[in-house]
Every structure is written in C-alpha cells, then in structure tokens.
C-alpha cells in the first residue's frame, strides 16, 4: 500500500523543489510521477535537449528517497514540432482538423509524428533509463482522451487500408465478409476503400467495425513503439501507461497483451465519473460527494485483469476536479476512502493528482494536495492521515494480494463497439448494462473479477456474461468445461465476427448448451416497459427485450406479464431475454450466486465490502452512519465498525 502523487516542477520556481520534496517524503509519499507534459521544455529547439532542470528535479526528489515514474511527453509535442510537420494535427469525424493551443494535437496515424516520438523518448530513456530513483516508465497520457481516437486523416485511410489487406488477402473476401452487396458497396480494390465517415446515412457496420479494430490496433502499436526503446534502455524499470475509467475505445486486453505494460494503471476521479455515465439521475444525486459505490471498484477489478495481477491508481481525485458538468467537493473521507478502497481490490500504489493546485492555465479549478498558496488541502490532510495509518500497521504494509474472486465477470471491448455501432434504441449501452449487473453483485457483499473472454474461467463458481456480440467454440467449449453456474444477458452471440446474424438465429453457437432461438428483438422507448416479477421482487424490462422460442431442453425460468419468456436455463446455463430494471438484475444475480454455493448478504445501502489479503474492508458511501456487518468476535485493524459517511474499516475474520 503505497502512496505516490503526480508533480509538475516545470510549472514551479526552482527555490520550491528541495522543500517540495521534503514535504512529500514527510507525508508519506513513495513514488512522484514527472514530466509527461514537460516537452518543450526538454526540447525547446528540435535537437536542442536541455536536461538541467530535469536532472535537477530528479536529483532533488531521489535525495528525499522519493521513487520516480517518468512519463514520455508526448501527449503534448510543442509549437515547433506541430509547425514542422503540419498534417500532425489529428483530423475529426467532420473533415477539419484540430489546432494546436492544448494537449494531445497529434494525428495517431501519423508515421513522421510517430517517429518524433521515438526520437523524443529514446532521448529521455538514454538519459534516465539506469538511473536508480527511476522505477517506472509512463507512455505519452491517456491515449484516446479528448475523443483523439479514432483519426480521420489521409494517413489513416492509408494505414487502415493496409491493415484490410492484411486482414483480408483479397478485395472479394472483404467485400464477401461486410457484405458490400447490399447498396452496392462493393470495391474494386483496398486503394479505394474509405474511412467509414460522413456517409449520407450509416456505413456498413462490418466496415465501422473494422474501423475501429485498426484504430484500437494504432494505439496499441503506439504504445508500442515506445515501449520496446524503454525496454532498451531502462530494462530493470517498470513500463506502464494510465488509462482511464470506463473508457473503451480501444480493446485494452489486447494494448496489454504481450507484456507490453508491467503494471495497468488508471486515473480515477470518480466523482466526476459518476456525472458522466449512463447511472439513474436519483444515484447521481445520492451520491453527488461521494462518487457512486462502484464506479471506482468497476475499474479496480478490470485493471486488476488487464495488469495480470499488477495494477496502481496513477491519478486519484484529491478534491474538486474540472472537467465534470459539476465539479462538487467530495464528502469529508472520501479521499482517505478512495485509497483504502483501490488497497482493498488490490492497488499497488495509488498516486494522487496533483501535488499542488496550479493556479493558472487550463486546470487552475483544479484541486491537489496542497492549495495554490503551498497549504495542504483538506484532500491533503486525509492522504496526510491514510498514510500515517499505514505506516503505523504491520498488517498494512504487508498484506498480500487479494485471492481470486468466486465471480467472474466478462466484459468485452468489442461487444461495447458492435452495440455502439448499432445501439437499435438509443437507451442501449453495453458497458452500463455490465456496470448494473456488477453493481447487483456488489451491492450483496461479493467480489468479482472482471475478466477477457479470453481468460481461464475454470476455477469460477459463477461466470456473469451481461452479453458477448460474438460467441466462437473455444468460448462455448468454456462453458461445457467448467461446472461454473453461467448467466448470460440479452444480445449474447446475435452477431458474428463479420458483424452479421449468425445463420441459425441468436444466440448462435450458445444453442449447443442452451437451445433457445431470438426469433424477435425489440428496443423499448420509456413508455414500454414489459412488466415481470422475480419472486417478490417486481419490475420491467428497459432498453431492450427479446422474444425467444423455447427449444427442446430448454426450461423457461420466469416470464414476463404478457406471455414472453423472461430467463431460461439450462442445466447451469442461464439466459436473460431482457435488461432489466436495477432491482430485478439484484434479484436475478443473487439467485444465481446462491445456486453457485456463494453466500449472498443484505448490505446497508451505500456500503460496499473488499476483501484483500485475510482482510475484510467495509466502505460506506450513503448518507447514514451504519455499522458495518463484521462477524462477532472480528478484530479490526483499520477503524471501527461504525461507519459514517465517507468511512472505512477493515477487520480479519475470527474464524
Ligand atoms: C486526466 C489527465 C491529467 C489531468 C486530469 C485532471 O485526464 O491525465 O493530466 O488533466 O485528468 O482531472
């Protein structure tokens, strides 16, 4: 359990660096992160580096002990570089091009951009690779922010056209595999296929979806790059990239693949978060200072996959942000909550942005751990607290890593693209519909593992899929090997990897375990809302709804008001017809966890339960103070069991 923070000297006079780093070292902070924004003043001429003052901000955080993470600047290539090679700039979906005046001006796309990041980073690598204070490498910021992927340059086209060839072989086949028959769409050559774009009504989604494989592809190749001139020159460091939350416009299982990080980072800022996903109004206004209970966790269990294991928080909300619709004050706790919360699901390290509130420039409303005026922050003081506590427990600073949950969830990235591609009713978004079922499990005191549809699901009792677009053999062979329960959502297996409806009706090959055919499917607008009870629990169907035949072998669960099956099982197969509202995706997760052999629990509302190393956490987020549900006779060695708002505690378990 490590604390580290982000820090710009470069924004700072010189005379604050030694008593900056005394400061740091003396809350408690282990790793400082540097430089990702810091290129034009690494280079402020082309091939004119000027090292001083990173040397000497390096030298003056090492001599206080501080660890270093070094990012590559590239996310921000200065005046001269963007000058040099104009068609950098990245071109949008509209035909015009970005200007230069923020950060992240660059065209992915771009090979003579590419190469100045190379040169830029094998620069910096052979300057710092070896130094001893230098534990972790960062590749550029965030790749894909500010919506800078995909990229619609004519170096795009030409890449992505390559990229089809690769893939394809023969213009027939592609044409064969989008289907380009219809409307006449078909191409003479790869030389003449577009970017899916500006077309007066949709583009073929098989072509949209290719698209967007080559995008996700680019920015993996991009870190890439990178990477290997790292590895080079700082063999014994760690390298790394931050990504960010809920965000899936790239496959991030696949970025990672490969050893291609040594450890998943991400930036949390949770309260901001919740402002911008796709949760009920009333839960964002619950938890307007708090963040809502999951949002955090979500990432925390995906990174931890993505990172086999190895994953920290490289920027954590210390306060107030800046770029939400609102931007309120967290509730008192929530910062020291935070960090507790990523230690819980098995963080590293949780680095806070920033060390100091930069009064000027794009992010002056920003908070950090100390004010403008070099006070700490309230933020400040609750990192001040979490670190002194962990310095002061044993138990603490040597838990071990959290063990394998009972639940897996499988999120898949390009299920989020194929549905995005084509939502069919305008409430439809993949990823909202895993948060809800992870929230379900969560909201019962289980821990998940968010998993590839790739990964090993042997060991699992229960296997959670909200939907998977394409089911091939090696994922159903999954199925008929384990002796998991498995829950599959709507929308499971009705396409194939062409981006067509697979010949024996959705959902395709899951027919072989469950036979069940989605003879219809249908988005619901608000006012449809097909009514259903589970048990006592009653509710509708949102977004979307299929009506499915129930085929030999197949038993239908539970039905809906007016005569549609609802769930259908077979054996240990599980199928929901429909999204469903909150309470029922409660219902129908803890009926299946139960039937798994797993112990479900009632929890106060707002609070949340992590276990990690012999260690139980309890977080309250909600309004009221609760207590939190240790069993009699618990020892606890973070806080005590009542919980107001913004706690937490941690217990070992008697038994
Ligand atoms: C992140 C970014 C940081 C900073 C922060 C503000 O997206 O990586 O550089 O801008 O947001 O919340």
Known sequence: MQIGV????????????????????????????????????????????????????????????????????????????????????????????????????????????????????????????????????????????????????????????????????????LNEAWGNVFWSMEYPSFETVGLPVLTPTDANPSHLLDFRRYMSDEVASFHREQAEVLRRHAPDADVLHNFMGFFTTFDHYEFAANNAIDVATWDSYPIARTEVIGVPEADKARYARTAHPDVSAFDHDRYRAIGAGRFWVMEQQAGPVNWAPWNPVPAKGMVRLWAYEAFAHGAELVSYFRWRQCPYAQEQMHSGLNLPNNELSPGGEEVAQAAREIALSETLRTLGAPAPAAVALVFDYETQWMFEIQRHGVGFDYQTLAFDYYSALREQGLDVDIVSRHADLSAYRLVVVPSLAVLDDAFIAKVEQSDARWLFGPRTGSKTTHFAIPGNLPPGPLQRVLPLQVLEAESLRPTLAPALSLGDVSGAALHWREHVRANEGAQVDATFEDGWPALLSSGRVQYATAWLTHDLHRALLGAAARAAGLDTQTLPEGVRLARRGGLSFAFNFGEAQVRAPAPEGAQFVLGAPELARGDVCAWRDPR
Not at 47 to 59: N, P
Not at 116 to 140: L, N
Request: net charge neutral.
């Open 6 to 173: 982000c820090y710009y000297p470069e924004q700072w006079p010189r005379t604050m660096w030694a008593d900056d780093a005394r400061r740091m070292a003396e809350l408690g902070i282990s790793h400082v992160r540097i430089a990702e924004f810091a290129w034009s003043r690494m280079e402020p001429r082309k091939g004119v580096f000027d090292w001083t003052w990173l040397d000497e901000a390096i030298e003056t955080l090492a001599a206080r002990g501080l660890k270093l993470v070094l990012g590559t600047p590239t996310a921000s290539p200065p005046k001269w570089l963007v000058d040099s090679i104009p068609d950098m700039l990245p071109v949008r979906a509209d035909g015009t091009r970005w200007n230069y005046g923020s950060r992240r001006h660059y065209d992915i796309a771009s090979v003579a951009y590419r190469k100045e990041c190379e040169r830029i980073t094998e620069a910096m690598a052979q300057r710092y690779g070896r130094h001893p204070a230098v534990v972790a490498w960062q590749t550029d910021n965030e790749l894909g922010c500010h919506d800078t992927v995909p990229s619609y340059s004519a170096a795009a086209q030409q890449r992505f056209q390559a990229w089809l060839a690769q893939r394809y072989g023969s213009i027939e086949a």
